[in-house]
């Protein structure tokens, strides 16, 4: 059983602070890993996908991945209300034919003004 | 551009009848899939087509769900003698291939009472 880790918070942080989100993952054989967005009662919304270990920057926010601790972050520089979410880890796994993906129960951030 | 459109959004039904919903998705995308999501539960993958290949039905609950993909573009998911656990926002999403970013419509919510 294939299995993406989240802790569902919530998670608070000030106005302007950093948002720091975490995913762990169970298949080593994982290559894509991609994080959305959920505002109550929409759908998802990409916001970051990374493929590589290392750091992925992209206007506020900076996935970061560890593949060989199974482990995929998402910061939110200068937090704002607007970032106020759940945020769903995805992970799609090698073998898998498309690139299903398997998401995380998902972080919801509350940012307070 | 236009992004995943879904039909109908809202769709209220009484147990055993059957629906079909729609999917419609970005022009160019030649992988289309279907979620589930449950109240208060994560994104459940149920269904999954890339071009002209069989496609992945791996995550279909039961016999009574099924779908289909015409043209390479637009898709139905059927879902027959409804049951009120079907009760959930389906989502469909595309991507430009295998591997690629999946991008999410708005969804369909659907009651069975």
């Known amino acids: 059983q294939k299995e993406v880790e989240q802790n569902s918070g919530p998670l608070s942080v000030p106005e302007g602070a950093i948002a720091s989100l975490n995913c762990t993952y169970s298949d080593r054989g994982s290559q894509s890993f991609f994080w959305y967005r959920q505002y109550s009662g929409k759908s998802p919304e990409l916001i970051m996908s990374i493929y590589s270990n290392g750091d992925k920057e992209d206007g506020r926010f900076t996935a970061q991945l560890n593949k060989a601790s199974q482990y995929v972050s998402l910061l939110i520089r200068d937090s704002q209300p607007s970032d106020s979410a759940t945020y769903l880890c995805a992970v799609a796994w090698r073998g898998a034919a498309g690139n299903k993906l398997t998401f995380g129960g998902g972080t919801r951030v509350l940012v307070k003004p | 551009g236009a992004g995943v459109s879904q039909s109908p959004s809202n769709k209220v039904t009484e147990k055993g009848k059957d629906v079909e919903l729609r999917c419609d998705p970005i022009s160019g995308h030649t992988a289309l899939y279907w979620y589930r999501q449950s109240l208060g539960q994560g994104l459940e993958f149920l269904i999954y087509?890339?071009?002209?290949?069989?496609?992945?039905k791996s995550g279909l609950p039961s016999d009574r769900f099924s779908a289909e993909r015409t043209g390479g573009s637009v898709s139905t998911l059927t879902i027959q003698r409804t049951q009120q656990e079907d009760s959930a926002v389906y989502l469909c999403?595309?991507?430009?291939?295998?591997?690629?970013?999946?991008?999410f419509g708005p969804g369909t919510r659907l009651t069975v009472t």
């Open positions: 999403a595309s991507s430009l291939g295998t591997g690629g970013e999946q991008y």
């Open positions: 087509f890339q071009g002209n290949s069989a496609p992945d």
